[in-house]
């Protein structure tokens, strides 16, 4: 059992519960009289009030150790998708901790043994009257992370929505910005003439492209047989455009049911290796996709250009933190012999839920 720091402790229970145990603690040692030994502090204020001195040292020592408990049990299940293992595990635990606590101060000196007789009362009394408030006190716990994790997921929910629509956006700047347009209109002119039938599917693909966008607006993770079908139309447009200097390479693209990935990613990383890299006769540019076990690889030779491409770094940025603000997982990038690449997690739904 590892050790948790302060500052851990506090984010596993979700607020400062001190001023909470100052408060309820003594509101429960007022009442454990009343409810299980029948004790009025009217009637008879000397042994009640001896019998609230020895509740509030139990009922202390019970949140405290139940404290601990809950502490480490959401070090283990912290995600609110194990709520109901949580919730499992943290009564099941209650309810025998409280068992042995009650047992325990059964013995003479411990609690109530050798006391005045207005102390005795059935041990069920007891371990109800225990069992109530260790249950109250859990709930609390409980209740309030519950809310944190609500609250925390809006926030999530709301950044990631930001983070796909600046991801749409930027596809779309990207596409309409004037180079690009100037590109496809140029490449389009050029073939009109030349093939007509080349030409109009160019025209559809280009359309493909720009539905794509809009159809996922609205949508966190987009299957990897629709993100690849909107690819292979983004691949002609590409193909059309320089010919032979580049070249595709998609690798184990089967079995693709279930399988879910973060939108526009591998057209962002397209787009990156066409922008960022020399694309010539003498040196084509290859791209390859690769899909292998839960990860899908896209990766591209490099050859930088010399003059200055202008960049903000916003596309690999945005993947990275979708995936990070989605299912809490890393992209992996790695720039060596000569080859970029970029792995991205492939994901089910449930991941997510």
């Known amino acids: 059992m590892r050790y948790i720091n302060r500052e851990e402790r506090m984010r ?23 409810l299980v030994f029948g004790l009025n502090p009217l009637d008879n204020s000397h042994n009640f009030w001896l019998s609230f001195g020895i509740s509030a040292l139990h009922i202390a020592l019970y949140w405290y150790i139940e404290r601990w408990l809950v502490i480490y049990i959401r070090d283990y299940y912290s995600d609110f998708k194990d709520y109901r293992k949580r919730l499992i595990i943290q009564s099941v635990i209650v309810v025998f901790s409280t068992l042995g606590l009650c047992l325990i101060s059964e013995f003479p000196g411990f609690c109530f043994g050798g006391v005045p007789e207005d102390f005795e009362a059935p041990f069920f009394h007891k371990y109800i009257g225990s069992i109530i408030i260790t249950t109250i006190i859990v ?10 994790l609500f609250k925390t997921g809006l926030i999530k929910n709301e950044e990631l929505q930001r983070k796909n629509t600046q991801a749409q956006l930027e596809a779309l700047k990207n596409q309409v ?24 599917k160019f025209a559809e693909n280009l359309s493909s492209v720009y539905r794509y966008i809009l159809e996922i607006r609205d949508k966190e993770l987009i299957t990897l047989k629709e993100e690849l079908d909107c690819i292979k139309a983004y691949q002609y447009l590409l193909s059309i455009r320089f ?40 040196r084509p540019l290859s791209i ?29 940025k945005n993947i990275e933190q979708r995936y990070k603000l989605l299912v809490n997982k890393e992209i992996k990038i790695d720039k060596s012999n000569g080859i970029f690449c970029v792995s991205l997690p492939i994901l089910s739904m449930k991941e997510v839920k």
């Open 288 to 316: 390859s996709i690769n899909l292998e076990d839960d990860t899908l690889k896209v990766c591209n030779n490099l050859q930088i250009k010399t003059n200055n491409v202008n960049s903000t770094g916003v596309g690999l």
């Open 243 to 282: 010919g032979d200097h580049i070249k595709f390479e998609f690798n184990n693209m089967h079995n693709l049911n279930g399988q879910h990935i973060v939108p526009l990613s591998i057209q962002m990383l397209m787009e990156n290796a066409v922008k960022h890299n020399v694309i010539s006769q003498s």
């Open 12 to 34: 596993l229970i979700g607020f400062n519960d001190m001023k909470l145990i100052l408060v309820l603690a003594p509101i429960f040692a007022f009442f454990f009289p009343l």
């Open 139 to 148: 709930s609390i716990y409980e209740s309030v992370y519950a809310f944190q």
């Open 177 to 200: 910005n004037p180079h690009f347009l100037f590109n496809s209109l140029n490449t389009l002119v050029s073939v009109i003439p030349e093939d007509t039938e080349t030409a109009v």
